[in-house]
């Protein structure tokens, strides 16, 4: 089922799927700010490579379970529902760590601004240990000339050289085509800037941030992509990696990740 949220007053839209929790699309402004492939319009469970995936309880190959964990491929339940917002939750089980959890993600549209309000209950008796993300993809013109603020005093593990890690670059990310890098310890804030638009990027509770684009090669592997279709996103995924959430019996962890279009 798709739920389509409407902000009454500036007339921005936003449609998230019951399977994964999965924002599909954010219209503001007279614009589509986040990529789903063409494969996906119709059928969203075709294409995993776009909207808004939620990742739990592994974020990548952080952990020793399924790489970007199993929440995103499951249906979840809509628990509560208005105009501008939905709140949606799962159930997770490891019978083999003895756990359970209950995720929740809330998805509020606001005039010019999209909010995603992630969080974990650990519903079992044992402490839970897991990594998770929004892994949030973009939409964009033309990904080589975009421009990415805020990560210029962070170091960075490059994940397309063994995690190897990399010094601060000091100066903004230009035209990241074929990156994937994972910034350990980020600022709350970033900018993610086109020729004519920009996108504010705050996040809270994840204190990490990875940014991937798989540049032509790469995209070639990943069926769900059309031919040019890499050109148009970044994703910039609010994380929580090192450490990992160590969470206490049935103690809540949040994260937050607020979308907000700016002038250039
Ligand atoms: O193909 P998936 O499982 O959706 O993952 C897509 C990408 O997700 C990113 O978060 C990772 O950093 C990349 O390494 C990965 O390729």
């Given at each position: 089922?798709?739920?389509?949220?409407?902000?009454?007053?500036?007339?921005?839209?936003?449609?998230?799927?019951?399977?994964?929790?999965?924002?599909?699309?954010?219209?503001?402004?007279?614009?589509?700010?986040?990529?789903?492939?063409?494969?996906?319009?119709?059928?969203p469970?075709?294409?995993?490579?776009?909207?808004?995936?939620?990742?739990?309880?592994?974020?990548?190959?952080?952990?020793?379970?399924?790489?970007?964990?199993?929440?995103?491929?499951?249906?979840?339940?809509?628990?509560?529902q208005?105009?501008?917002?939905?709140?949606m939750?799962?159930?997770?089980?490891?019978?083999?760590?003895?756990?359970?959890?209950?995720?929740?993600?809330?998805?509020?549209?606001?005039?010019?601004?999209?909010?995603?309000?992630?969080?974990?209950?650990?519903?079992s008796?044992?402490?839970?240990?897991?990594?998770?993300?929004?892994?949030?993809?973009?939409?964009?013109?033309?990904?080589?000339?975009?421009?990415?603020?805020?990560?210029?005093?962070?170091?960075w593990?490059?994940?397309?050289?063994?995690?190897?890690?990399v010094?601060?670059?000091?100066?903004?990310?230009?035209?990241p085509?074929?990156?994937?890098?994972?910034?350990?310890?980020?600022?709350?804030?970033?900018?993610?800037?086109?020729?004519?638009?920009?996108v504010?990027?705050?996040?809270?509770?994840f204190?990490?941030?990875?940014?991937?684009?798989?540049?032509?090669?790469?995209?070639?592997?990943?069926?769900?992509?059309?031919?040019?279709?890499?050109?148009?996103?970044?994703?910039?995924?609010?994380?929580?990696?090192?450490?990992?959430?160590?969470?206490?019996?049935?103690?809540?962890?949040?994260?937050?990740?607020?979308?907000?279009?700016?002038?250039?």
């Amino acid at each position: 089922m798709i739920i389509r949220l409407v902000d009454a007053d500036s007339g921005s839209t936003a449609e998230v799927s019951t399977f994964g929790a999965r924002v599909l699309s954010w219209q503001c402004q007279g614009r589509e700010r986040i990529f789903m492939p063409d494969i996906g319009k119709d059928d969203p469970r075709a294409a995993p490579h776009g909207g808004v995936p939620v990742l739990f309880p592994q974020f990548g190959f952080f952990g020793n379970g399924r790489k970007h964990g199993v929440v995103r491929d499951i249906d979840w339940a809509v628990e509560k529902q208005a105009d501008d917002f939905v709140l949606m939750h799962c159930r997770f089980e490891n019978p083999e760590a003895f756990s359970k959890a209950e995720v929740r993600l809330r998805v509020e549209l606001e005039r010019d601004a999209l909010a995603m309000y992630f969080s974990v209950i650990n519903a079992s008796n044992t402490a839970m240990r897991f990594t998770c993300g929004l892994h949030t993809y973009l939409r964009v013109e033309d990904v080589s000339q975009v421009r990415v603020t805020g990560l210029e005093q962070s170091a960075w593990q490059d994940a397309l050289n063994g995690l190897q890690s990399v010094a601060a670059a000091k100066q903004a990310l230009e035209g990241p085509v074929n990156v994937d890098r994972v910034y350990v310890g980020t600022p709350e804030k970033l900018t993610l800037a086109e020729a004519l638009s920009g996108v504010s990027i705050e996040q809270t509770g994840f204190a990490d941030t990875v940014v991937w684009n798989p540049g032509p090669e790469l995209a070639l592997g990943l069926s769900d992509l059309g031919d040019e279709e890499w050109r148009n996103f970044l994703c910039i995924e609010a994380a929580q990696i090192s450490p990992p959430v160590e969470l206490p019996a049935w103690d809540t962890w949040y994260g937050r990740q607020r979308l907000q279009i700016r002038d250039i």
